[in-house]
């Protein structure tokens, strides 16, 4: 059984910084996209960032480029999301995904077929 959990959330403030961690089990990810997504109260969920399995394909969304950074060990079978400036737009529930049949880092939440729970990040002064 697949399961996939983050870790790494909390409450900071402006400015911060926060590692987001994605620890997957039940089989190897080393030849899968790997992503994170984000869902702010009452909003949809959006892109965040999304690598190949090599990391040589990288994808940001544009309201995170420059201050995030998406990163994998595939020896650990884990995708990590550095926060770093973060800004009170940044706060929601953030989930890592998996592409079980593909390496292309999609945008896409529907081409992502495993999903964690999600951890919480908030950003308030």
């Known amino acids: 059984q697949v399961q996939l959990v983050e870790s790494g959330g909390g409450f900071v403030q402006p400015g911060d910084s926060l590692r987001l961690s994605c620890a997957a089990s039940?089989?190897?990810?080393?030849?899968?996209?790997m992503a994170w997504f984000r869902q702010a109260p009452g909003k949809e969920r959006e892109f965040v960032a999304a690598i190949s399995p090599r990391g040589d394909a990288i994808y940001y969304a544009d309201s995170v480029q420059g201050r995030f950074t998406i990163s994998r060990d595939n020896a650990k079978n884990t995708v990590y999301l550095q926060m770093n400036n973060l800004k009170s737009e940044d706060t929601a529930v953030y989930s890592c995904a998996v592409r079980g049949r593909s390496f292309y880092p999609s945008r896409a939440a529907f081409d992502y077929d495993y999903w964690g729970q999600g951890t919480q990040v908030t950003v308030s002064s």
């Open positions: 039940g089989r190897a990810f080393n030849v899968n996209a």
